[in-house]
Structures are given as structure tokens and as C-alpha cells.
């Protein structure tokens, strides 16, 4: 069973509006993390949000929200007020911790194309 | 603001060649970690290593991949005897712990692409 799912292999917003890239997860360890990472088509992946299992409050990052739903395994990327150079890949990755070690599963990603 | 640097950032190889990928992680970071991207799919676990030791492998770091910490700052993946299917893009990253409160995140460098011909 896949660990991380992403849903929308594409999507598209208008610049300035709001979007929503949807992550659901699934583990039976109470103790994980939530990451979000962005690859623009220059290939670098850059961390934009994190949101530990404990957490209370949804992590937000600046234009960045994770709308963190336990009871739901979800854990959508909320992107406000969208900019061009938003444009890029963007991944769901959930942590677990496994002895010595913790790794990161990654999901199939999805392309956000921001159009003006 | 600290960052995992990588070099080579592109590499072209010829099979059955030996490849060196270098890392040096962020400086107070303790756990580090390779990811492998191929083209158009998603990121793939590798290899871990904290302490001077693999913690943890995945499937797909068979007996031709190695990982090393020659000194104090760099890390290193090395890949024996390329193959065709090697071609991806080689993520180092590191975090300063392995556990899941927040802001312990896991950082990523640029990347390495590698092309085996």
C-alpha cells in the first residue's frame, strides 16, 4: 500500500488565488512528520513546511499552511495568494523514525502551473 | 542561511565506471541521508548514516553503492560499477536529529545529476 498519496498529478491556479495540493498518508506509528518540499524545474528540492504528528496548531510557513487533518491522514499544502514563480513540482513526504534512523517516504508529486 | 552543498552538480559517465558523488552536510547536523530521483518519477530512499555508520538502507543500495564520512565535513556516495539505470538525479540531505518535533527538518542540497552512457 502506498505510504504517501497524491492524487492531483497537475493542477492549475491563476496567479493571486489561492490552491490547494492535496496529501493523504497512511502509517500505524503514532509518532511521524509531514514535509512538504517544492522542485522547481531546475531540480533543487527546497523544504517549505513541516508539521510533526504532536503538533497542535497547523504549521504555517509565511504563504505556506498545512491543513493538518489526523483522523483523516491528511495533509494538504495550502498556497495563498499564488505567484508564477510558484510554478514547480511540489512533494509530500512523511517521516518515520525506525531505530537509529528516521527516512523519508515521498509521494508521486504534483505540478502546480500558475497562470496569469 | 546554512545549506547541504553538493558537487558535482552534473556528471556524465561512461558504464561500468566508478562514480563519487561529495556532500558536505550542515555543519551541526548529525544524520545524513541519499535520496535518488530518476527522471519524471518520485524521490526515492537510499541510505542513512549517522554516527560513522549505515543506520538504515533501502533496497536499491546494493553491494555497488557505498556511503563514507572521510572527515569531518564531507559524505560521500560512491557508486562502484555504473550501470544505465543509475541515470538520476542523487540528493544528499541532513538533519541535526532523527526525530518528528517541529523544526527538526530534513534539508536538502541541489542535487546531483548523473548521466551513465
Known amino acids: 500500500a502506498q505510504k504517501i498519496t497524491q492524487t492531483q498529478p497537475g493542477m492549475f491556479v491563476q496567479e493571486k488565488e489561492a490552491v490547494t495540493l492535496d496529501c493523504t498518508y497512511d502509517t500505524s506509528d503514532p509518532s511521524y512528520g509531514l514535509f512538504w518540499y517544492k522542485q522547481p524545474s531546475s531540480g533543487e528540492m527546497i523544504f517549505l513546511i513541516y508539521q510533526g504528528s504532536y503538533d497542535q496548531q497547523n504549521a504555517t510557513e509565511g504563504r505556506y499552511s498545512l491543513n493538518f487533518q489526523k483522523a483523516r491522514k491528511s495533509a494538504n499544502l495550502v498556497i495563498s495568494a499564488s505567484q508564477l514563480g510558484d510554478s514547480a513540482m511540489y512533494f509530500c513526504?512523511?517521516?518515520?523514525?525506525?531505530?537509529?534512523?528516521?527516512?523519508?517516504?515521498f509521494g508521486t508529486g504534483t505540478r502546480l502551473q500558475v497562470t496569469l | 542561511e546554512p545549506e547541504v552543498t553538493q558537487t558535482p552538480s552534473h556528471q556524465v559517465t561512461q558504464m561500468g565506471q566508478e562514480v563519487i558523488l561529495r556532500c558536505v552536510p550542515i555543519s551541526n547536523h548529525l544524520y545524513f541521508y541519499w535520496y535518488r530521483q530518476i527522471l519524471g518519477q518520485k524521490v526515492e530512499f537510499l541510505v542513512s548514516?549517522?554516527?560513522?555508520?549505515?543506520?538504515?538502507k533501502s533496497e536499491i543500495f546494493d553491494d555497488q553503492f557505498s556511503v563514507e564520512r572521510p572527515d569531518g565535513s564531507n559524505f560521500t556516495l560512491k557508486i562502484r560499477s555504473t550501470k544505465l539505470e543509475d541515470s538520476a538525479m542523487y540528493f544528499c540531505a541532513s538533519s541535526e536529529r532523527k526525530g518528528i518535533t517541529s523544526g527538526n527538518t530534513i534539508y536538502f542540497g541541489e542535487g546531483s545529476w548523473l548521466t551513465v552512457v
Open positions: 548514516f549517522y554516527n560513522n555508520e549505515i543506520s538504515e
Open positions: 513526504a512523511m517521516r518515520e523514525v525506525t531505530g537509529t534512523a528516521s527516512k523519508l517516504t
